[in-house]
């Protein structure tokens, strides 16, 4: 006979491959994310870009992802997340075939696009599945996997960058997106789909076998019982998401997605090369010291999967933007004083490394995780959808007026800014966003709809016993 350790074993390793797999979404949603910054190096040269037409080639995928995601959320909520996901796998392949066979600036261009929808299904498409697949006691941490991908994904474009760093070395940069799409969209072949998913759609025998193997009877008759309840009182369709009881769940979501973006992270991870350059660096140069940049980014996120369960949501949101305020507030000073190429040039990049790290152990995974969590199921997908082109949205204003703000207020000035936003950001989360550590995703929405402060104040008073 199995033992309950052989059972709980083989739950956990189900688990973790499944969220594993998932979370190559955020694998390619980094990969592109920081493939660009050293592809760009050589781009810009090979067909004599100007700044503005710098900001449409890196902007381009910024628009597919708007798109992405607005139709994703609904495409979610009707199709599926597991079919979804494989679909995005499929586009991102394609896209990244354009880019790294593109003979002009157009076909360039046009496979950024591409691209940045697959980008847009998959930011919210994996962390939905995640959330919605995990036991509630590690929903946390394996959703924030989502979010190490993301960042292993730069990592990896960088030593991409590195490796092809020469002239014409940046068509493989981008082509080399084609391997993570394939592994993505083999991989969730052998998935299942998300069981509140199926059970939505009537389909309460595949979902029971779902979760047998994540779940024991008793949680799993628990956990039936409470999605089906909210299903009886939930009304179906985009109009929930304008009722009253749900406002504060969408001011949380969109608050957070614009001011993730506005705080400055994506500047930074696509024009870290051209800052680093700014200091005296070559360009071969630059593009490695963007490898510590990776570093740094990994492994404080690495420190967020293992604490975001333990410590909670709000207290590292808290410190990470603290964080990101005081280190941007470094920068800042560093491009004011003389002498930039020599020790100040370290301060800089010193700060800028700091920044990255904060960012990576709160607004990084924390933002991605909360949005998976808040919202009703009949909507959830669609809400995330919504959440996901505000971000979206709010990246493509910042990165396409990056340079232009820079020329206008200088280096000095547009950290500084983004310094001050970071405290309007700190402000946000401490007077508006909940604890959502060890609640069920159930027990969240239904403190949501009685209004009571349950979910939107401190809800770590709730044992974590009833909800797993």
């Known amino acids: 006979m199995e033992t309950s350790t052989d059972s709980n074993t083989n739950t956990n390793r189900f688990v973790y491959i499944t969220a594993t797999i998932a979370a190559l979404n955020g694998l390619l949603f980094g990969f592109d994310t920081g493939?660009?910054?050293?592809?760009?190096?050589?781009?810009k040269r090979t067909f004599e870009l100007?700044?503005?037409?710098?900001?449409?080639?890196?902007?381009?995928?910024?628009?597919?992802?708007?798109?992405?995601a607005a139709v994703g959320g609904r495409l979610a909520d009707r199709l599926g997340r597991r079919r979804l996901m494989i679909t995005g796998a499929g586009v991102f392949f394609v896209g990244s075939l354009l880019m790294g066979l593109a003979p002009n600036v157009p076909w360039l261009v046009a496979g950024r696009f591409v691209?940045?929808?697959?980008?847009?299904?998959?930011?919210?498409?994996?962390?939905l599945y995640i959330s919605e697949i995990a036991p509630p006691k590690i929903r946390g941490s394996l959703v924030s996997l989502n979010q190490l991908a993301v960042t292993t994904g730069i990592l990896l474009a960088y030593l991409v960058n590195y490796a092809f760093a020469g002239p014409g070395g940046w068509r493989w940069m981008l082509g080399?997106?084609?391997?993570?799409a394939m592994v993505l969209g083999v991989g969730m072949?052998?998935?299942?789909?998300?069981p509140r998913w199926l059970i939505e759609r009537g389909r309460n025998e595949d979902a029971r076998s779902v979760l047998s193997r994540t779940r024991t009877d008793e949680q799993i008759e628990r956990e039936l019982r409470d999605i089906r309840r909210t299903e009886e009182v939930e009304e179906d369709g985009l109009s929930t998401l304008l009722q009253s009881w749900v406002r504060p769940a969408l001011v949380v979501g969109v608050g957070l997605a614009v001011l993730q973006q506005i705080t400055g992270i994506n500047t930074v991870i696509y024009y870290a090369p051209t800052?680093?350059?700014?200091?005296?660096?070559?360009a071969s140069a630059s593009i490695l010291a963007t490898v510590g940049v990776g570093l740094v980014n990994v492994t404080m996120t690495i420190v967020a999967v293992l604490l975001i369960d333990r410590v909670g949501r709000r207290p590292l949101l808290l410190v990470g933007l603290t964080g990101m305020t005081l280190a941007l507030t470094g920068l800042a000073a560093a491009?004011?004083?003389?002498?930039?190429?020599?020790?100040?040039?370290?301060?800089?990049?010193?700060?800028?490394?700091?920044?990255?790290?904060?960012?990576?152990?709160?607004?990084?995974p924390v933002f991605w995780l909360l949005i998976s969590e808040i919202y009703p199921l009949q909507v959830r997908g669609s809400a995330m959808g919504v959440v996901t082109v505000a971000n979206w949205a709010s990246n493509l204003a910042v990165s396409f007026t990056f340079l232009s703000l820079v020329g206008a207020v200088g280096q000095s000035g547009t950290f500084g800014l983004y310094a001050g936003l970071s405290v309007l950001a700190l402000l946000f989360v401490y007077t508006k966003v909940p604890e959502t550590k060890g609640r069920s995703l159930e027990a969240i929405e239904a403190d949501l709809r009685d209004g009571s402060s349950g979910a939107y104040s401190d809800a770590t008073a709730e044992t974590v016993e009833d909800a797993n």
């Open 335 to 364: 491009f004011v004083l003389p002498g930039l190429s020599g020790l100040v040039g370290w301060v800089a990049v010193g700060s800028l490394m700091l920044y990255v790290g904060f960012f990576a152990i709160g607004m990084g």
């Open 50 to 68: 100007s700044p503005a037409m710098q900001e449409v080639v890196v902007s381009a995928t910024l628009v597919g992802a708007i798109l992405g």
């Open 189 to 194: 072949l052998f998935m299942p789909e998300s």
């Open 115 to 127: 691209v940045g929808v697959a980008i847009g299904v998959a930011s919210m498409a994996g962390p």
């Open 35 to 43: 493939v660009i910054s050293g592809a760009l190096l050589y781009i």
């Open 176 to 180: 080399a997106g084609v391997v993570p």
């Open 275 to 282: 800052i680093f350059e700014s200091t005296g660096f070559e």
